[in-house]
């Protein structure tokens, strides 16, 4: 879990210019806290976007909240339990304040709707992915001592007109959200249940953005959606062109448009489907220098059975010849990786294919769990979730150790190389060192001299860890 606070990070200039355009709500405080993945981080931006327009101004600290918003997950059971813990942490503190609003927004809000409400009785207020336009509304109705729901789905709700609050720290780089929603149906996943339809934001609004960002000092954006390869825009799912006078874009197309906005801007991505990963998407990141070469490839299984049973859209042979593709178009590409371990039915042969695959593969970074069933999903109906979490949990163990050992021979291959480091912050460690991440998203610490945060800086990597790259700045 990672969780954030809002504080600091909006300007007192700009707080204090909302308080004086807005009546109502101001001095209302709000506490925001966010779980899961990028796309939730990136959504709380929108939401404080959306409140500090409405006269809120935000704090660190949950005690001094009048409105506490916790942005929620739904991929894994143990990420509803923490967040269950947490909101009666919270509701402990309602008690010593009745007046302080408790919500919930995300995956856990739309899955669970009014259950959280009326029968656990944690929140006063719900509200679900694409309904946080109307969450000042949402607010007023619970001040005036109602419950607050808003689960209501959407087929275009992408809030592309919203400058997000940046939320994260150093002001270097930034998400962007460039659709929503996912379409895919894998059977393991509750997403499609919980953010509904895949929809994509207009190109020129994610320009937009971009260039702002730039013009702010950022220096990296990545672009987000949960399968960024099916991004279109100006074309339905039937290929047929919506607007005959404006041109059509698809993600690779996206990708060269955000690579334009500056050679000093560079452009990440996540989530590639390896059923919809194209040679034209890999050739545009070989034709731009900021666009970095890192591709997250999840392939959940290396068996062709699980990979059917799980919906994938995909067998191994097709995985691994988009694997041949990045190798062949971007030799210098790092490839990282989702699995999942233990899912309906897998035996250990099954299993042992996913370890080959990882073999073959060498990945330099996975990012692995062991099945989690959700209610709802294709999984859930059809299949028995029959792998005891013991050998669950040892598939997984032995993943983690293979994935271990492969980091850190990959890592020992880079010392000796000069790598192109953009400059994050400085290390927990100590002041005196940066750290950053080079292109392939490795991060790297080295003395930061006279150099700053948002600097681009060479480094020469002379020593390694399994996480890290230890050098020195060349001139
Ligand atoms: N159980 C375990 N892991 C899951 N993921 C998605 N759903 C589940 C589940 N039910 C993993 C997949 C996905 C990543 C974001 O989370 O690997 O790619
Ligand atoms: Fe879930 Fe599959 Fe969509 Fe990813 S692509 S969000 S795993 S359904």
């Known amino acids: 879990m990672i969780s954030i606070t809002t504080e600091k990070i909006i300007d007192e200039k700009r707080q204090g210019e909302a308080i004086k355009m807005k009546g109502g709500s101001e001095h209302k405080k709000l506490y925001m806290e966010s779980y899961g993945c990028q796309m939730n981080f990136s959504d709380s931006e929108i939401v404080a976007s959306i409140l500090i327009a409405e006269g809120f101004s935000t704090t660190q600290d949950p005690k001094n909240a009048d409105v506490i918003l916790m942005n929620t997950c ?6 509803e339990q923490r967040v269950r813990n947490k909101l009666s942490q919270y ?15 995300g995956c856990m809000a739309e899955r669970l709707k009014k259950n959280l409400l009326e029968e656990e009785k944690l929140v006063d207020l719900v509200a679900g992915p694409d309904s946080y336009r109307d969450l000042p509304i949402l607010i007023k109705e619970v001040e005036s001592g109602q419950k607050a729901v808003n689960v209501l789905l959407s087929r275009e709700e992408t809030y592309a007109d919203i400058s997000p609050v940046r939320l994260g720290k150093g002001g270097v780089t930034a998400f962007i959200s ?8 894998c059977s393991f996943c509750v997403v499609p249940f919980t ?41 339905n799912k039937k290929n047929e ?46 034709k731009y220098e900021n666009i970095c070469k890192y591709i997250h490839l999840p392939i959940q299984s290396g068996n062709n059975d699980v990979l059917k049973r799980m919906n994938r859209g995909y067998t191994k042979e097709w995985y691994m010849n988009r694997i041949e593709a990045v190798k062949r178009i971007l030799p210098d590409c790092a490839i990282s990786t989702d699995i999942i371990t233990g899912f309906c039915g897998e035996t250990d042969e099954e299993f042992q294919d996913t370890v080959k695959v990882m073999k073959e593969v060498k990945y330099n970074l996975s990012y692995m769990f062991y099945y989690s069933e959700r209610p709802k999903t294709l999984a859930e109906r059809r299949f028995d979730d029959d792998v005891p979490l013991e050998v669950k949990k040892k598939r997984l163990q032995e993943i983690i150790n293979l994935q271990l050992e492969m980091s850190k021979e990959y890592h020992q291959t880079c010392i ?17 060192d940066a750290y950053g991440r080079n292109s392939q998203y ?17 480094v ?9 790259l230890i050098g020195k700045a060349v001139k």
């Open 241 to 286: 062109v919506i607007d005959e006078s404006k041109p059509v874009v698809n993600f690779a197309n996206l990708l060269e448009m955000v690579a334009l906005v500056n050679p000093d801007l560079r452009v990440r991505y996540s989530t590639s489907h390896p059923k919809d990963m194209t040679d034209e998407v890999l050739e545009t990141m070989a």
């Open 178 to 185: 460039i659709m929503r929603g996912c379409d895919n149906m």
């Open 442 to 458: 490795v991060t790297v610490i080295f003395p930061i001299e006279n150099y700053k945060i948002g600097d681009y800086v060479n």
């Open 416 to 432: 000796g190389k000069t790598y192109k480091v953009l400059i994050e912050g400085t290390s927990k460690k100590s002041v005196s």
């Open 195 to 235: 953010r509904g339809r895949e929809r994509s934001r207009d190109p020129y609004t994610i320009v937009k953005e971009a260039q702002d960002l730039f013009n702010q000092g950022y220096r990296e954006v990545t672009l987000l959606g949960q399968n960024v390869d099916s991004y279109r825009w100006n074309i």
């Open 74 to 79: 739904s991929i894994r059971d143990n990420a």
């Open 91 to 105: 509701q402990k503190q309602k008690r010593e304040n009745p007046k302080l609003i408790i919500g919930i927004l």
């Open 460 to 468: 020469k990597i002379d020593s390694a860890t399994s996480t890290t």
